[in-house]
């Protein structure tokens, strides 16, 4: 599954090149990825409630064309990968047909006390199987 | 007692404008604040640890002159009110002799669990005292 | 007139006191004067594209209740302020029904390769005429 | 070669995990590009000021362990590959002995009018030696 979130390109994202500075993408994505795990049943919020974080293990970002003030992107999120211990998710950010930026991000599940990994599967499975259920390449 | 602290200004913090944008220089702020508060003998981290935050109550920024990428700025910083709630501090940003920019932050005293007001003079009263005794108008 | 942004608060923009970090308001003030300004028949990329820019000369925000994660906040734009020479807008944070945050930014009407001021009635009489007229108290 | 730039974590940099937000780490990178920039003799302004841009193409970053609030990290800076239309810098985040952090960012070298690619070598010789002669795998 596919989803998609719009976002307006703030002038406080923009630098002195006239474009959207580069670390900007990856809160986009974070955006993307807030709404999409809704599609869940479960708000990211409450996933912390429950102990479980995601923190970022990799992020990888490509600049294929400048994004700027005011554009209004598409930002296409899926999960390509999931396991016991980890998540990947895919975005594409899209513009008037273009493919203006793609990355992807890997998070490992982890106790929200102690920060150590824990098996979402025994943890919270029916977080694990809708996740699994909606999974793409 | 002014305390100065040096900051070189980063590519990400400027703006299509060609200049630092102005939600900048509250971070600024905040990490001549974060050295600042250093000086009384016991870090920001350090009063977290006990139970103390210090949220914002109120800011004021004025932009006197543009301040650009890779610009050395100084901030200024110093205590201009404290009480048993609340503490005030004022900065200036120089830069070649002029103030680029000006503000204040208000902060009050609270229970980091609760969030709810804390008389710090009760709760810790060295901090209290040392805070008083650099406070310069 | 009064203009109502909607706006969901991102991970990114909460601080480890667990809220919206006080930098970010400004960043949405911004995102809600684009906006506004749009009101008016002109998007703010065309006045920059028009060779005229309105840099923040003061910047006021009172923190009165802390925003979370995932909050989906509302922004009320007005315009307090017109002059030939600057312009004021007045913000409030709700959420449920409570005002969050309130602030105001001044700006200056300044030509954008030059950065020195510019009197807009002159320059750009409609747009004048039409922020004037949707001023609000 | 390999340049080291020291870094103070900020509290704005923090999110609500109590560590510091994953996409902090492109800006620092930046900081610290900068400061390796300058070592070749001019820096990234006097370059912009040329009429030539490094915009991104892509980024890397493997987040190691996490940074908290306060830390002072090293960032560790080299160049990676180097050619007419391309370079690439290396980056490591060090704490105490310990990699918190590693990625690379990779730049095409643009004209800063039209944004198309342009060829080092011929613009500017003297610079794309300097790169090359410090460039390190």
Redesign the interface.
Known sequence: MRYETKI?A???E??????I????Y??WY??AR?EFIKISGI???QL?AKGI?L?????????LL?V???DEVTIETRITRISFAKVTFGYRVLLNGNVMNEGF?SHGFVD?KT?KPLNIKKVFPEFYEKLKSIRED
């Open positions: 307006t703030r002038y406080a923009t630098d002195q090149m006239g474009i500075h580069h670390s900007v990856a809160v974070e955006a807030t708000t990211y919020s912390e974080m923190p970022l293990t990799e992020l990888g970002c490509k600049y400048p700027h003030y005011e991000t929200s920060f």
